[in-house]
């Protein structure tokens, strides 16, 4: 099953991480970095299509300025980011030239994503770059980035990028072997592969006591449920195993496998999906439930018990049931004043532009009521 999922892929998404970027002093881990970055040479050289997701600015500008601990206030940590993400891609220029290969820095923001056009543009230009060849170097532009407006981790961008090349395979390497069952204790184990994320998966992950990054393997369960919904790949293993990337892409048993859906959604209906923070939340009955998660229709006015948030017509909106789960997100037809006030009589989200999302079924569930 691995072997299938894994050998049929040409176009590669791989996260490197905090963690196995830096040593144990928060400086650049160069050797680590030689050693990876000599792996990618080898995959390109087997005609595999590479695109890195990197982290390590924030830890290689702390690394310049004198910080010991990951600095709080934005300012300073959009400081070390500026600083660090050109001593990061100096390194990287440098390691791929000696093989006869191109990179290119490519900083995007959370608006670079969620505006349509912009969007676009950010895929043609990817695009362009692997056509000749050239290595892109992917991180969130930490330097001028808002904290509301960020993409938010690594972990997630590369999960999007993932999505907007609608990529074969995604690769985050970490500091963990994988998903790990009992984590700390005697009976720990490897989870070799992942058919479904629920709440039995969520309990294994945590978050990460790193001076230099953000996330843990919670953000890691985000970016799967991104790609998986998607229809894409995903493997979580050690970035600090030698040989990790060549033995993944060769089909050997390393990681955590989490298989994709069965369906693999089309380039709008992932910008919908994913690629938005969304502005407001449209709470349905039941029946309204069972319409768009079963037989795929539109979301009528009548199915709406409550409505929250502030928003116009054409934004993203959360579609969440009774209990507040949100199981889809879509684009709503009228500003969040028509439907509050009754003025939404026919179709508020079409199903041309809604996106029913991968979720556990509740075990308790509650009607709703008017």
Known sequence: MRAKHIKAAKLVVVKLGTGILSDNQNCLASSRIK??????????????????????????????????????????????????????MALYQELFAAHGLQVAQVLLTHSDLEDHDRHLNARNTLVALLERGVIPVINENDAVSFTELTVGDNDKLSALVAALLSADLLVLLTTADGLVRNYGQKNAKLISTVRKINATTKKFAGGTKSATSIGGMATKLEAAK???????????????????????????????????????????????????????????????????????????????VECTGEFVAGDVVKVCDCNGTEFARGISKFTFDAIKNGAAKKVVVHRDNLVVLLLQRNKRSMSCGR
């Open 35 to 88: 050693q990876l970055t000599g792996q990618v040479v080898r995959a390109k050289k087997n005609g595999y299509e590479i695109v890195l997701v990197s982290s390590g600015a924030v830890g290689a500008g702390m690394e310049a300025l004198g910080y010991q601990k990951r600095p709080t206030r934005l300012q300073e940590l959009q400081a070390c980011a500026a600083v660090g993400q050109s001593r990061l």
């Open 226 to 304: 991104i790609v998986v919904r998607v229809g894409i790949p995903m493997v979580i293993a050690n970035g600090r195993t030698r040989g990790i990337l060549s033995n993944i892409l060769a089909g050997k048993h390393l990681g955590t496998l989490f298989l994709p859906g069965a369906d693999r959604l089309k380039a709008r209906k992932r910008w919908i999906a994913f690629f938005h923070h969304p502005k407001g939340v449209l709470v349905v009955d039941d029946g309204a439930k069972a319409a768009l998660r079963e037989r795929g229709k539109s979301l009528l006015a009548p199915g709406i």
